[in-house]
Structure formats: C-alpha cells, structure tokens
C-alpha cells in the first residue's frame, strides 16, 4: 500500500466514521469475494461495516497492519502469499494458527496483535454441515502440501478420520509437511504406486488458478468418493472435471468454505455468528 493510497483509505474511512472498517490483504486481492461475505453478513445483523480490498506485498504487511490499527480497523483477513508473514507478527496465535503456522484472521486485543487460522474449521464446516458428508472414520487424501494444506490437515484430523495421505508435486515438500502433523494423528506420505481408493480426496493444490488439475493417481477416485476442491470458479474447476470423468460419487468446490472461513472470522472480531447458508446461495447465484 502506497502513502497516497493509505491516505485515501483514511479519507475514505473518516467519512463513514461510524462503520467498523475491516480488510482483506494480499496480492493479488481484487478477485476477493470476501468484502461481498462481509458486507451480507454484516446486513444481517445491522453492522455497518466497511470492508475493504488492500493489496499488500510480502515484507510490507506490518506498516499496512500499523496503519489500519490507527484507524481503528476491527479485523483483517490474509490471503496469499501473506499468511505465513501475518503470523510471524503476532503476539498472540490461536493452536490452529500456531499449528498452521500461518494466519487468515487478525485483530487486536490491548494493542497486541493476535491471529487465528479459521481456513480448517472453514472445510470441516462446509463438508459436515452444509454437504453432509461425514469425516470422522474416514480416509482423506490431500492434494497439495502449501499453506492451504497446512491449514486444513489439523481440523480434519480433530474432526476424527481415520488417515490423512499427503500427495504434492515436489515429495519432499510432503514429507516435510506430513512431519510437522505426527503429533496430531494419523498423518502419512501418499506412498507411491498406491492403488487405494480414497473416501475423500482434497485439492489444496493451486494448480487451478491457472487453470491446470494437479497430477494424481487415478486409482484413488472410486465410485463411492467424494472430490473437494479448495479452489473455486463459476464453471467445473479442472480438478473437478477430473474427478467427474474418473467417476467420483461427489463434486464439491471451495465457495462453502470460502464462506464458512469468513463466518469464523466475523463471529470472532463482531461477536456474533452470522447465517451462511444465504450468503452462499447468494454467492453461488451470481
Ligand atoms: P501455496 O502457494 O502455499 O501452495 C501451492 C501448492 O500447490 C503446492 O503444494 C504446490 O506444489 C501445488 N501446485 C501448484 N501448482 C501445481 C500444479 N500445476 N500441479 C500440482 N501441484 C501444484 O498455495 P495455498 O496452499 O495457499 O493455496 C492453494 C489453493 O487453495 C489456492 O488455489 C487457494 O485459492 C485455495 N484456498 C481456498 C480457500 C477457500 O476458502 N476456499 C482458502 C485457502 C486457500 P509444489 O510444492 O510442488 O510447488
């Protein structure tokens, strides 16, 4: 964020002075749906709020945070490539970010800054809740070993499967990943030439965003499986047609999610829970 940008900000804050200002930082930022979540959430109990879209670049992410903080911003929300720095500069970390080793959600409590990682409470909310599909005793392969995966594994495994098989491009990026869980549960490498069938198989790889499906072995899509994928889009993500062609029971995308990370985050700056099942339907009609 640039000074003259920081200024418009301001300018543009003090003339709503009596809305709670929050943000969504990263970069790139624009596509972000989560200024729209908010504000719908944020009508259902007569906030006004002011949400706003900051693009930050990695190494910047403390003076943006110290300039909204003198605004008196509510709460930000991170997004890539800034999670891991967001929770580098807190002084408080909830077990899911300090575990994560990454933030999503920040706010301040006597001036300190504290971070949560609400991307893992996010799946187990939209698969459980919203899709009905049940986790516990399951076994889950996940596609990916970034910082989506990282933030992710932990609540699937408090939410009580049975295995999680990490599978990633780069293997050793996987191993590394995996052993930071052990503690945690049943945690493990995907092992290579694997022909199981997986119940639940993730994608928290980004491979969408440029419009690729990641590689991954097709034996592990069955017909009783369920296809996640992390990413979202209007249309079928490239993951997802995959996963339709190798005759997945279920196709389900990242929009639930999306929607059910941002309910953590408000619920924890506002105080209160909003309803997600509107502001998804809402999301998804557009
Ligand atoms: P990272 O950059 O931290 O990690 C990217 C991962 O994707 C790495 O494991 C990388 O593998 C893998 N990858 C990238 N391109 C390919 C490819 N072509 N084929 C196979 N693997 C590939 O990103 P994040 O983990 O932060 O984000 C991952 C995705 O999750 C993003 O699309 C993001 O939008 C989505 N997301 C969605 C959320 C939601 O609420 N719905 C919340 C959070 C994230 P390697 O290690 O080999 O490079």
């Known amino acids: 964020m640039t000074t003259q940008a920081a200024a418009e900000?301001?300018?543009?804050?003090?003339?709503?002075?009596?809305?709670?200002?929050?943000?969504?930082?990263?970069?790139?930022?624009?596509?972000?749906r989560s200024p729209r979540i908010h504000r719908l959430f944020a009508e259902q109990f007569g906030i006004s709020l002011q949400y706003e879209r900051i693009e930050v670049s990695r190494g910047t992410l403390r003076e943006v945070l110290g300039a909204l903080r003198s605004l008196h911003c509510t709460g930000v929300n991170v997004t890539v490539p800034l999670k891991e720095e967001a929770a580098a500069l807190c002084a408080r970390l909830t077990p899911a970010a300090r575990v994560a080793g990454a933030a999503n959600t920040l706010w301040w409590e006597q001036?300190?800054?504290?971070?949560?990682?609400?991307?893992?409470?996010?799946?187990?909310?939209?698969?459980?809740?919203?899709?009905?599909?049940?986790?516990?005793?399951?076994?889950?392969?996940?596609?990916?070993?970034?910082?989506?995966?990282?933030?992710?594994?932990?609540?699937?495994?408090?939410?009580?499967?049975?295995?999680?098989?990490?599978?990633?491009?780069?293997?050793?990026?996987?191993?590394?990943?995996?052993?930071?869980?052990?503690?945690?549960?049943?945690?493990v490498a995907l092992r290579e030439g694997s022909t199981d069938v997986a119940d639940i198989v993730i994608n928290a790889t980004s491979a969408g965003l440029?419009?690729?499906?990641?590689?991954?072995?097709?034996?592990?899509?069955?017909?009783e499986t369920v296809c996640y994928d992390l990413s979202y889009a209007p249309e079928a993500?490239?993951?997802?047609?995959?996963?339709?062609?190798?005759?997945?029971?279920?196709?389900?995308?990242?929009?639930?999610?999306?929607?059910?990370?941002?309910?953590?985050?408000?619920?924890?700056?506002?105080?209160?829970?909003?309803?997600?099942?509107?502001?998804?339907?809402?999301?998804?009609?557009?």
């Open 9 to 32: 900000l301001a300018t543009e804050f003090y003339r709503f002075q009596s809305a709670r200002l929050c943000a969504v930082l990263g970069q790139p930022v624009s596509h972000s």
């Open 111 to 187: 001036d300190e800054l504290c971070g949560d990682n609400t991307d893992g409470v996010g799946l187990v909310a939209d698969l459980e809740q919203n899709w009905q599909i049940p986790i516990r005793g399951r076994r889950v392969v996940v596609l990916g070993a970034g910082g989506a995966a990282a933030g992710v594994i932990p609540a699937l495994l408090e939410a009580g499967l049975s295995e999680i098989a990490v599978h990633n491009r780069d293997p050793e990026r996987a191993t590394r990943l995996v052993a930071r869980f052990l503690s945690l549960g049943h945690v």
């Open 210 to 223: 440029h419009g690729n499906a990641p590689e991954f072995p097709a034996s592990l899509v069955g017909r």
């Open 237 to 286: 993500t490239p993951f997802l047609r995959r996963a339709r062609e190798l005759g997945a029971r279920a196709l389900r995308d990242g929009h639930g999610m999306l929607v059910e990370q941002a309910a953590a985050a408000f619920t924890r700056w506002h105080g209160v829970a909003p309803s997600t099942k509107p502001v998804l339907a809402a999301l998804l009609a557009r």
